[in-house]
């Protein structure tokens, strides 16, 4: 997905910090803004990574809830050719079908419940489009930045469909590293955990979790309590590093679903802009420019009907890396 629209990615301060995140600490809950995609009937999403009180969450850098979403109205998604470096994007739906189509000649659909994960290290470009019998899409697109010894890596794409595991009144399906006892056989840079999960009404669920990750809670559907804090849908509930285990509660009596993130905390600083990931203001400038000329780096998607996305300008300023504040 162009998950950045059509400019450059701007954080924002919905941020309700219930005291500084300490070791098995507070719960930081973060609110999302509402973003355009572009075009005349513009899908919205709700971001809530990057931000200014936060950048990462272990390696996941960027996080965008959308739907559900009625094709009837908005036209669903379309998104033209477009390039990404030095990171990885992961695509989670709830429901509706997206076509893929990358640059190495991939060519696959992401279905509910599946995961795909494609790599564009030193550069790729890809279409994501929306199949006709698509009629209400729902999902999260996230970013994985890739570490500095890794961000020129080759291009690479990944699909998975992880086995349901059931654990006290919730189903968990782990996309990415290992929670209740399964683990994903999908690789990747740095350590992650990536989840979907499902909670019964009246469920209650406590997992064991690598104390060395700092985790995050995405809310989609229903109210969650995480450790005892009351997310609301589409919130994200931040915990650092320290906790060995999250508690997470339905106290409602519908079903309560959620994504769980985490990783070990990312140490490195970031340029994010457009799709872009690199280091420093001249990274940027030259994978856009390579992208604007047509070059070899980011290569060709074929079978896609139409133009590809130009870049946009870039700012008059210097581009600034950020890491986590705290």
């Known amino acids: 997905m162009n998950g950045i629209g059509m400019g450059p990615v701007t954080p924002h301060t919905g ?5 500084t995140p300490v070791p098995g600490g507070e719960v930081e809950v973060l609110t999302p803004r509402d973003v355009p995609l572009g075009g005349l009937r513009a899908m919205t999403v709700r971001r809530t990574l990057p931000q200014r009180a936060r950048t990462f969450v272990g390696a ?48 696959a659909f992401v279905r509910p419940g599946e995961l795909n994960l494609m790599t564009g290290g030193h550069g790729i470009s890809h279409t994501e489009v929306s199949t006709p019998d698509t009629t209400v899409l729902h999902g999260v697109q996230l970013w994985v930045a890739l570490p500095e010894e890794h ?15 059931r654990r006290d ?10 929670l209740a006892g399964d683990t994903s056989p999908v ?51 931040y915990l650092a590093p320290g906790a060995p285990t999250l508690t997470l509660a339905n106290d409602t009596d519908t079903p309560a679903r959620a994504v769980l993130v985490g990783g070990t905390p990312f140490g490195e600083e970031i340029v994010m802009w457009w799709n872009f990931v ?36 870039l700012p008059t300023t210097r581009l600034k890396s950020r890491g986590n504040t705290r």
């Open 187 to 237: 690789p990747t840079f740095t350590p992650l955990l990536g989840a979907e999960i499902v909670l019964e009404p009246r469920a209650g669920l406590t997992l064991d979790v690598d104390p060395d990750f700092e985790h995050a809670l995405l809310v989609d559907t229903g109210d969650i309590r995480l450790q005892d804090r009351l997310l609301h849908r589409s919130d994200l509930g």
């Open 15 to 19: 941020t309700e910090v219930l005291g």
């Open 278 to 313: 690199g280091r420093t203001h001249e990274d940027v400038v030259r994978a856009r420019e390579e992208w604007e000329a047509h070059s070899d780096r980011f290569g060709a998607v074929e079978g896609y009907d139409g133009d590809r996305i130009p870049a946009p300008q």
């Open 151 to 165: 961000r020129n890596a080759g291009r690479d794409f990944r699909h998975h469909s992880p086995v349901p595991v």
């Open 60 to 107: 996941w850098c960027f996080i965008d809830h959308y739907g559900p979403d009625d094709v009837a109205e908005t036209g669903g998604m379309d998104v033209a050719p477009h390039p990404h470096t030095g990171l990885q994007t992961v695509s989670w739906l709830f429901s509706g079908e997206i076509e893929h189509r990358d640059s190495m000649g991939s060519h």
């Open 169 to 178: 009144g919730a189903t968990l399906r782990v996309f990415l590293g290992s």
